[in-house]
DNA sequence: TAGACGTAGA
DNA sequence: TCTACGTCTA
């Protein structure tokens, strides 16, 4: 099966429901939650203008704040995690920018988490969680750990959704 | 379906044919003829020493040469492709040292040969095909465009394997 | 902890 | 052309 099939889908995904687990970034991207293999905000024209329609949370972030109803994320740029890399500021630009627009349009943001666990085999995995649909509220820069600019953005969770329970571990 | 499943395979690998091709690397990993996502030279310890199992000859190095029967490969390291490092010497070690080491040995190297096509959707997509078991014969050491030593190993093909014939596109 | 012939989308 | 909360092995 290909990567991608179809265009960018806003909103509720036909198939995937709150609670799916996976294990890799392309399986998100091939079912269509998120299409992008590495980077954390994903966005697309919506009546002309940048919105941001899937995010991921893999919890790399220390700025990051998680439970049942609010959510706050790190924008992305400045190689934060770079290794070799200079921080710079963020700049209002890409997902960043597709986060602020999808303010005021109020669209449904889906959001995906990511956690590490170890399996039966001792390995150490990454999987995700398909957590449902958030609006962003608002956002504001803070100064990072390195003294450079970072956007963060406050999501919150639409209400009515199935509760998030993980599935049995493995 | 897990990556990796049971441990690196020196040679042939059930259920794997020549011909067989694959559009992602991770499709490699999965079946077990090269496990390493980006790197092209796969190694493992054989008897105490590390020798190369599989290596992947996508064509992005200019020295890299094929035909039916001899192939020229270069080393890694050095950053040749990279973009803002600066070009280094290769060092013997990692995958070189293991082909190095592979001569000696004369132990069957798989080789996976890429290429890029156009899809029928116009869509630049990369394959993969098995291309069978090759020894490394010889090595050697040039200088690069950049000027700065690159390794290159010469591999032939063990006779008696079915001829490599691209299946019809797409 | 770092390196590596990856990938797709902007 | 470049970025990006990848993913593996050593």
């Excluded at 509720?12 to 590495?38: K, M, N, S, T």
């Excluded at 504001?140 to 970072?150: D, I, M, R, S």
């Excluded at 963060?152 to 639409?158: A, P, Q, V």
């Amino acid at each position: 099966r290909e990567v991608n099939t179809g265009r960018p889908i806003l909103g509720e995904v036909p198939g995937v429901e709150v609670g799916d687990e996976f294990q890799y970034r392309v399986e998100l991207a091939i079912v269509g939650i998120h299409r992008l293999y590495q980077t954390g905000i994903d966005s697309m024209k919506h009546n002309g203008i940048s919105v941001a329609n899937s995010i991921v949370d893999a919890g790399v972030y220390s700025g990051d704040k998680h439970n049942a109803e609010v959510m706050i994320y790190s924008g992305h740029g400045g190689n934060i995690v770079g290794k070799n890399k200079q921080p710079e500021d963020q700049k209002l630009e890409r997902g960043n920018l597709a986060l602020k627009n999808s303010i005021s349009t109020m669209n449904p943001v889906r959001v995906i988490r990511g956690w590490k666990e170890t399996n039966r085999s001792g390995k150490l995995v990454t999987m995700y969680v398909y957590d449902g649909l958030y609006t962003v509220n608002r956002y504001w820069q803070e100064t990072g750990p390195h003294g450079k600019l970072v956007f963060m953005f406050e999501l919150r969770r639409i209400p009515g959704q199935p509760k998030l329970r993980q599935k049995s571990k493995i």
